[in-house]
C-alpha cells in the first residue's frame, strides 16, 4: 500500500528555454519553447502564489538561463514575500551590471553556478561560447560580494572529467559553500549525445577516488556533492525522490512535469497551469499518478527492499532504453537488461572518434530545428543491443 500523498516541497521553475550556451549535455527537452510562448510576470506569480499554498518551501529558478528574464528580480520578490526559499541555477554569462545586487535586494537566498570546465577552453568549447570562463569567474565573484552563498556545479562528461581536481580548486578559489560534481544525465540533448559525452569506468572510479578524498580534506570547509553515473551503477538514484513524491517542475509555458524528461513518456500527457489550479494537478493529474507511490511497480520492483529507497529509479530512463516507462530503471542490478547499459556505454566510446578535436561530434543545443551534429560520429539505436 503506498504512503499517503503528502504536499511538495521544492519546484523547479524553468522560466524560459533561452540560453546564450548550447551545451550538449543540457536537460531541457530537444524542441526548446520559444520567447512567445513563456508565461507572463502575473501568470509565474500566481503559480508562485499557489505553490506556496500548497507547502512548497524552495524554488529553483532554472531554465535555459533564467537571468534571461527582465522580470527576475520582480519573480523573486514575490517568492520571497511568501517566505519561500529562492535558489537561482545560472551559467552567469551576460549579466548587466547591478542585476546581481538587485536579485539580492529582492530576496534571493542562494545562487548555483555552473561551469564547463576548469580550464577556460573547456568552459568555452562545451558551452560554445569564447569569453564564457571569464564572465563566470566575474559572475561568481559579484554573487559573492553581494553577500550571496555560492554553489558551483560541474556537469562531468569525457571531455571534462580529466578536471575534477581542478574544478575543486576552482570552487575553493571562488569561496564556494558547496561543490555539485554531477556526472551527465543522459535525457535530453544529453542522450542525444550520449556517444560524444559518455565516460570510461577506469575515469569513473579515478573520480569517485578523487572526491572521496576531497570531502574528507574539505570537511567543515566545503561540501562536495557527488551525482553518480547511472550507466556503470548497481542500483538506480531516487530520480526526483521518487515519481510526483515531493518535488515537480514547471516548463516555460506553465506544463507541470514530475520531472524534466516526463515528456518523452509517449503514454503520458500533461496539464498546463491555467488551464487547471497547481493544487489540482498536483493531487488528481493522471501523469503524476501514473507512478506515484509503489502500486504501479511490477517484478522485481514490487518485492523489492529497497522500493522505498529508490523508487524504481528513473521512469525516463526506463523509458528510453527498455522502451517500457514501468518497467525497472535499467541502471538496476536486479533489472533483466542492466547489462545493457554499460554495453550502451561501451559501444558509445567505441564508435566516438577519438582522434577528432574535442567537440567534434557534439549535436550544440540550439532553439528551432532537428538536432544536428557539427561533425557527426556514428551512434547505436539502443535497441540493437542485446541485453
Ligand atoms: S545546460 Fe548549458 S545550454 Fe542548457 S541551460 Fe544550462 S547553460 Fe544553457
Ligand atoms: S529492483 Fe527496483 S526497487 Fe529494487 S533496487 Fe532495483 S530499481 Fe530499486
Same mark, same amino acid.
Given at each position: 500500500?503506498?504512503?499517503?500523498?503528502?504536499?511538495?516541497?521544492?519546484?523547479?521553475?524553468?522560466?524560459?528555454?533561452?540560453?546564450?550556451?548550447?551545451?550538449?549535455?543540457?536537460?531541457?527537452?530537444?524542441?526548446?519553447?520559444?520567447?512567445?510562448?513563456?508565461?507572463?510576470?502575473?501568470?509565474? /506569480?500566481? &503559480?508562485?502564489?499557489? $505553490?506556496?499554498? *500548497?507547502?512548497?518551501?524552495? !524554488?529553483?529558478? +532554472? @531554465?535555459?538561463?533564467?537571468?534571461?528574464?527582465?522580470?527576475?528580480?520582480?519573480?523573486?520578490?514575490?517568492?520571497?514575500?511568501?517566505?519561500?526559499?529562492?535558489?537561482?541555477?545560472?551559467?552567469?554569462?551576460?549579466?548587466?551590471?547591478?542585476?546581481?545586487?538587485?536579485?539580492?535586494?529582492?530576496?534571493?537566498?542562494?545562487?548555483?553556478?555552473?561551469?564547463?570546465?576548469?580550464?577556460?577552453?573547456?568552459?568555452?568549447?562545451?558551452?560554445?561560447?569564447?569569453?564564457?570562463?571569464?564572465?563566470?569567474?566575474?559572475?561568481?565573484?559579484?554573487?559573492?560580494?553581494?553577500?550571496?552563498?555560492?554553489?558551483?556545479?560541474?556537469?562531468?562528461?569525457?571531455?571534462?572529467?580529466?578536471?575534477?581536481?581542478?574544478?575543486?580548486? /576552482?570552487? &575553493?578559489?571562488?569561496? $564556494?559553500?558547496? *561543490?555539485?560534481?554531477?556526472? !551527465?544525465?543522459? +535525457? @535530453?540533448?544529453?542522450?542525444?549525445?550520449?556517444?560524444?559525452?559518455?565516460?570510461?569506468?577506469?575515469?569513473?572510479?579515478?573520480?569517485?577516488?578523487?572526491?572521496?578524498?576531497?570531502?574528507?580534506?574539505?570537511?567543515?570547509?566545503?561540501?562536495?556533492?557527488?551525482?553518480?553515473?547511472?550507466?556503470?551503477?548497481?542500483?538506480?538514484?531516487?530520480?526526483?525522490?521518487?515519481?510526483?513524491?515531493?518535488?515537480?517542475?514547471?516548463?516555460?509555458?506553465?506544463?507541470?512535469?514530475?520531472?524534466?524528461?516526463?515528456?518523452?513518456?509517449?503514454?503520458?500527457?500533461?496539464?498546463?497551469?491555467?488551464?487547471?489550479?497547481?493544487?489540482?494537478?498536483?493531487?488528481?493529474?493522471?501523469?503524476?499518478?501514473?507512478?506515484?507511490?509503489?502500486?504501479?511497480?511490477?517484478?522485481?520492483?514490487?518485492?523489492?527492499?529497497?522500493?522505498?529507497?529508490?523508487?524504481? @529509479?528513473?521512469?525516463?530512463?526506463?523509458?528510453?532504453?527498455?522502451?517500457?516507462?514501468?518497467?525497472?530503471?535499467?541502471?538496476?542490478?536486479?533489472?533483466?537488461?542492466?547489462?545493457?547499459?554499460?554495453?550502451?556505454?561501451?559501444?558509445?566510446?567505441?564508435?566516438?572518434?577519438?582522434?577528432?578535436?574535442?567537440?567534434?561530434?557534439?549535436?550544440?543545443?540550439?532553439?528551432?530545428?532537428?538536432?544536428?551534429?557539427?561533425?557527426?560520429?556514428?551512434?547505436?539505436?539502443?535497441?540493437?543491443?542485446?541485453?
Amino acid at each position: 500500500m503506498s504512503a499517503p500523498l503528502l504536499p511538495p516541497i521544492g519546484m523547479l521553475a524553468e522560466l524560459t528555454h533561452r540560453c546564450p550556451l548550447q551545451c550538449p549535455y543540457c536537460s531541457n527537452p530537444v524542441e526548446l519553447l520559444k520567447a512567445n510562448r513563456e508565461m507572463d510576470t502575473a501568470t509565474w /506569480l500566481d &503559480l508562485f502564489n499557489q $505553490a506556496a499554498d *500548497l507547502g512548497v518551501l524552495q !524554488v529553483h529558478l +532554472s @531554465g535555459g538561463e533564467p537571468t534571461l528574464r527582465r522580470d527576475l528580480e520582480q519573480l523573486i520578490a514575490g517568492l520571497s514575500a511568501r517566505g519561500v526559499y529562492t535558489n537561482l541555477i545560472t551559467a552567469g554569462v551576460g549579466i548587466a551590471d547591478g542585476r546581481i545586487e538587485a536579485f539580492a535586494a529582492a530576496g534571493l537566498d542562494h545562487v548555483q553556478l555552473s561551469f564547463q570546465g576548469a580550464r577556460p577552453e573547456t568552459t568555452e568549447m562545451v558551452g560554445n561560447q569564447r569569453g564564457s570562463h571569464d564572465k563566470k569567474l566575474e559572475t561568481a565573484r559579484r554573487a559573492r560580494a553581494a553577500g550571496l552563498p555560492l554553489t558551483i556545479n560541474a556537469p562531468i562528461h569525457r571531455h571534462n572529467i580529466d578536471e575534477v581536481p581542478e574544478f575543486i580548486e /576552482l570552487a &575553493l578559489s571562488l569561496g $564556494a559553500e558547496r *561543490l555539485e560534481i554531477a556526472n !551527465v544525465q543522459y +535525457s @535530453g540533448w544529453a542522450l542525444a549525445n550520449r556517444d560524444a559525452l559518455m565516460p570510461d569506468r577506469a575515469s569513473i572510479e579515478r573520480q569517485a577516488e578523487i572526491v572521496e578524498a576531497a570531502r574528507t580534506r574539505l570537511a567543515g570547509i566545503m561540501n562536495i556533492d557527488f551525482v553518480t553515473p547511472d550507466y556503470y551503477a548497481t542500483y538506480p538514484k531516487p530520480c526526483m525522490g521518487g515519481w510526483a513524491r515531493d518535488a515537480f517542475m514547471v516548463a516555460p509555458d506553465g506544463t507541470v512535469l514530475p520531472c524534466h524528461a516526463a515528456q518523452t513518456i509517449p503514454s503520458l500527457s500533461f496539464e498546463r497551469f491555467g488551464e487547471r489550479s497547481l493544487a489540482g494537478i498536483w493531487i488528481s493529474s493522471p501523469a503524476f499518478n501514473a507512478f506515484r507511490g509503489t502500486d504501479w511497480m511490477q517484478e522485481p520492483c514490487r518485492s523489492c527492499e529497497r522500493r522505498e529507497i529508490d523508487w524504481g @529509479g528513473c521512469r525516463c530512463q526506463a523509458m528510453a532504453i527498455a522502451g517500457d516507462a514501468a518497467a525497472t530503471d535499467p541502471a538496476c542490478v536486479k533489472s533483466p537488461i542492466h547489462a545493457r547499459m554499460e554495453a550502451l556505454a561501451r559501444a558509445g566510446i567505441v564508435a566516438a572518434d577519438r582522434s577528432a578535436v574535442p567537440g567534434s561530434g557534439f549535436i550544440y543545443r540550439r532553439i528551432g530545428g532537428a538536432p544536428q551534429a557539427e561533425n557527426p560520429v556514428p551512434s547505436r539505436p539502443d535497441r540493437a543491443l542485446a541485453g
